[in-house]
T-cell receptor, first 112, second 114 residues
Framework: KAGVTQTPRYLIKTRGQQVTLSCSPI?????VSWYQQTPGQGLQFLFEYFSETQRNKGNFPGRFSGRQFSNSRSEMNVSTLELGDSALYLC???????????FGPGTRLLVL | GESVGLHLPTLSVQEGDNSIINCAYSNSASDYFIWYKQESGKGPQFIIDIRSNMDKRQGQRVTVLLNKTVKHLSLQIAATQPGDSAVYFCAEFLFSGGYQKVTFGTGTKLQVIP
């Protein structure tokens, strides 16, 4: 069974631009969670989607948004990029209950 | 993904020795815990999990111990190998009303000395 995939793997943007990241969960998984990982803050939870609905949300500004499609694939969008948004963005999928989350390889975003 | 934190605690272990990595979690109501391994340039990889109604769980070369009294989790790796070198961090999950809250530890860097 294929693992969680994320595209693109690397991205360079400039301040003020917006970016969309994509995550394809493991087949059969309906929950997708997004995380931001930085050297200073570690792993921080952004939001979780389940059956196309945002089920849980972390403490990030409204510039960070997401959505989930009927095939459980998810996208995350960051608008008006700031230098501090440079990070590794990880998504993780699970079946949706109290189950283990499996991570993708991440998208490394650099904002210049 | 190269490191969880700039100033991660580092554990250096001789190849073949056992490693013990510790994690203090924050919420006594947390239901579920996972240990992840993150190698440079990769996403976190599931190692082992444990539910709050257990105090020990064993996998292949790994054992997780849960002490709810002091909110402490440990990961024991037997016969540590060079391929075990990575950052290890714990995650605690709280499930409530259909929602889950997850909190990650800052991580420990394990260096295996050949």
């Amino acid at each position: 069974k294929a693992g969680v995939t994320q595209t693109p793997r690397y991205l360079i943007k400039t301040r003020g631009q917006q970016v969309t990241l994509s995550c394809s969960p493991i087949s059969g998984h309906r929950s997708v969670s997004w995380y931001q990982q930085t050297p200073g803050q570690g792993l921080q939870f952004l939001f979780e989607y389940f059956s196309e609905t945002q089920r849980n949300k972390g403490n990030f500004p409204g510039r960070f948004s997401g959505r989930q499609f009927s095939n459980s694939r998810s996208e995350m969008n960051v608008s008006t990029l700031e230098l501090g948004d440079s990070a590794l963005y990880l998504c993780a999928s699970s079946r949706g209950g109290q189950e283990t989350q499996y991570f993708g390889p991440g998208t490394r975003l650099l904002v210049l | 993904g190269e490191s969880v934190g700039l100033h991660l605690p580092t554990l250096s272990v001789q190849e073949g020795d056992n490693s013990i990595i510790n994690c203090a979690y924050s919420n006594s109501a947390s239901d579920y815990f996972i240990w992840y391994k993150q190698e440079s340039g990769k996403g976190p990889q599931f190692i082992i999990d444990i539910r709050s109604n257990m105090d020990k769980r064993q996998g292949q070369r790994v054992t997780v111990l849960l002490n709810k009294t002091v909110k402490h989790l440990s990961l024991q790796i037997a016969a540590t190998q060079p391929g075990d070198s990575a950052v290890y961090f714990c995650a605690e999950f709280l499930f409530s009303g259909g929602y889950q809250k997850v909190t990650f530890g800052t991580g420990t860097k394990l260096q295996v000395i050949p």
